[in-house]
Structures are given as C-alpha cells and as structure tokens.
C-alpha cells in the first residue's frame, strides 16, 4: 500500500474521533477512553501499513488484523468505515437493534477477523494467522492490538512464548499503553513496567513510540519483521481519552454515553485541536 502524507494521516484520524464522539453520545453509550487513545495506531495501519482491500476483505493474501481490546469497538467501526469497508452512515446505527455494529466486533462486520473483547485472547489468535500463513507459503503479516491492562491476563505470556519459540517473526503486536484500565492505573493495580524488559525477555524485538504520532507508529509498523526470527512489539505510550481535555487521562473516560451538551463539548475540543 502507498503510504499517505503526515497532514492525511491528522486529518483521517480526527474524522476518526469525531465519529467516535458521535457513537458515544447515542443512547448505549461507548469505550470512548480506550478508542481514542489507539485512533492514531489504527490510522496508521490501515492507511498507511496493512495490505487490505476493502472490496475484497476476505482476500487470502491479505494481512490480519485483530482488536485484541474489542471493547474500542467504535474506534475499530470509525476507521473500517473511513477506510471504505461499509458506508460511514452505518455509524448512526451503532448499538441499535438489528444493528451489526456492536458493544464488541463480530464477523458480520466486512474487515473483522474474528470476535474480540475476551481480553487476554488476541495474541494467541494472531499467532495462529501468523502459523496459517507461514504454512500456506505467504508473506503477509498478521498485526494485533493488546490494552495494557489486558496484559495482566496470563494467556498473554503463553501466546508471547509460543510466538517466539516458534519463530513467528511476521507477527506484530502493539500494546496501547494508556496507563490506566477500569478500575485505575495500571501500576497501582499490578505493575509491569519496566514493560519494554518484559517482552524482550520473552524473546520479542521491541520498539517504543509516542502512540499519538500516526507517522511514527506507521514508519516503526512499515518495517517490521525489525529481528529475523522474532516477533516484534511496538510498545505505544498514549493518553487515554486523548484530545479531550475533560476526560483525557482519566479513568472514568473508559465507558461514556456523552450528553447533549458534552457532545457539543467534545465536538468542540476536536474542532479546536484541528484547526490550531
């Protein structure tokens, strides 16, 4: 795929919020938290780095990608549809009934691999496309977003293992390091830093970037296989609730159902961070 230019990489991720705001202020609420602080991840990989078709989502040659944090739903929905897998307006009907947009992403959705939101299950999943297509004698890679948070859950280290040990270097993760989950900040609840040791000392190559420069995340993504041999993980230091100054870092950013006037406040704010 033709890498888009810095400014299209700004302006697709700021449609991208503003849909998301707009999913949030419908009557079922959304993970707005979550989703933005990974819009700029998701910008980069399907504008700049994954080689998908939206006309042909089913493609074998294709690369995969996996939301392991399937509650960003909305962030996922906002980028397939900017990306042309179905029609923006869709995005009105977000959690209403007879909807396929829904809390968590399901197949029905054109460019949704799998179901996810089961946290803790992604990696392992990413690693069996990843086998799949070594076997199939492909060279498309397979991409998966973790939560930080997620990554107290122990099948995460079991994927992490069986990815190293068997070579699978056309494996990508990304972990949106946001720094808080639910309940509170990551280290108060179960520390892990320092993270970057961690993965290394399973065995993976590891890279660190601000998760809100698209151009950075996509440049370190385009290059990856970076070790042969590895699978490599690009460590993204973001903000949760990023580019909303009333709920940006916050915990209580994680699941909002925006009201009249906090839409309009929110509208605002990415009305004002565009144009400054």
């Not at 079922?28 to 504008?47: I, M, Q």
């Not at 990608?65 to 923006?88: I, M, N, Q």
């Not at 977003?145 to 997620?150: A, I, Q, R």
Request: glycine share 12%.
């Amino acid at each position: 795929m033709t890498a888009v230019q810095v400014p299209t990489l700004k302006s697709v991720a700021a449609r991208i919020r503003s849909h998301v705001v707009d999913m949030c202020a419908g009557p079922e609420g959304g993970h707005l938290g979550g989703a933005f602080s990974c819009v700029e991840v998701l910008t980069a990989l399907y504008f700049s780095v994954l080689n998908v078709d939206p006309r042909r989502p089913d493609d074998p040659a294709r690369d995969r990608f996996l939301l392991s944090k399937g509650h960003a739903a909305v962030g996922l929905y906002a980028t397939l549809a900017e990306r042309g897998f179905f029609p923006v307006e869709e995005l009105a009907g977000y959690g209403r009934p007879g909807s396929r947009l829904m809390g968590h992403p399901v197949r029905a959705v054109p460019g949704v691999e799998l179901p996810t939101g089961s946290l803790g299950h992604g990696l392992a999943l990413a690693c069996g496309f990843a086998l799949a297509t070594r076997y199939e004698g492909r060279d498309s890679r397979s991409f998966v977003l973790l939560g930080d948070g997620e990554l107290q859950e122990g099948s995460v280290w079991e994927a992490a293992i069986a990815a190293a040990t068997l070579r699978l270097d056309r494996l990508v993760a990304v972990v949106d390091r946001n720094g808080l989950q639910l309940t509170g900040a990551t280290e108060r609840i179960a520390p892990m830093e320092p993270l970057a040791d961690r993965w290394r000392g399973f065995g993976w190559a590891v890279r660190e970037v601000d998760g809100h420069d698209a151009s950075q995340v996509a440049d370190h993504l385009a290059a990856a296989p970076w070790e042969p041999g590895r699978p490599s993980v690009l460590i993204a230091r973001t903000v949760k609730g990023h580019g909303l100054p009333f709920l940006a870092g916050r915990a209580s950013s994680h699941y909002v159902t925006l009201s009249k006037r906090n839409h309009a406040r929110a509208m605002g704010a990415l009305q004002a961070t565009d144009t400054a």
